[in-house]
């Protein structure tokens, strides 16, 4: 089992929902889920930039609290769930816990 922090998470969802596309109900149903994430995150003023750095992305999760935020983090458990069910099922997507939560697997 792989721990991740919320913010690589999302960070994975974000990268998993630009790469979306075994098939077209895989790709459809990622592409929804990827469509809430990126919803979630405008709402919160954490919408990544087009072009910008894996640091930069990370910067500007963060500074928004994207990682503290309980509907963000399960939005993008849910994108990687469905881009990679396998990963998923081998908890490849466990998030440590935020402030002094014990971790949880991503929803």
């Known amino acids: 089992m792989v721990r991740m922090d919320p ?3 999302i960070v994975a ?8 596309g075994l098939t077209d ?3 459809e149903a990622v592409g929804n889920a990827s469509g809430r994430l990126t919803a ?5 003023g954490a919408e ?5 750095s894996e640091e930069e992305t990370r910067r500007r999760l963060a500074d928004a609290g994207a990682g503290e935020d309980e509907a963000v983090v399960a939005a993008a458990g849910r ?6 069910p ?9 998030v440590t ?3 002094d939560t014990p971790g949880a697997p991503a929803p």
Do not use: Q
Request: hydrophobic share 45%; net charge positive; aromatic share 2%.
């Open 86 to 94: 396998e990963g998923h099922r081998h908890g490849r997507y466990t």
């Open 97 to 99: 816990g935020t402030r």
């Open 40 to 44: 979630l995150l405008k709402a919160k």
């Open 79 to 84: 994108v990687l769930r469905l881009a990679d």
């Open 25 to 27: 109900a895989t790709s």
């Open 7 to 9: 913010i690589s998470l």
């Open 48 to 52: 990544p930039a087009p072009g910008a």
């Open 13 to 20: 969802a974000l990268a998993a929902g630009a790469t979306a």
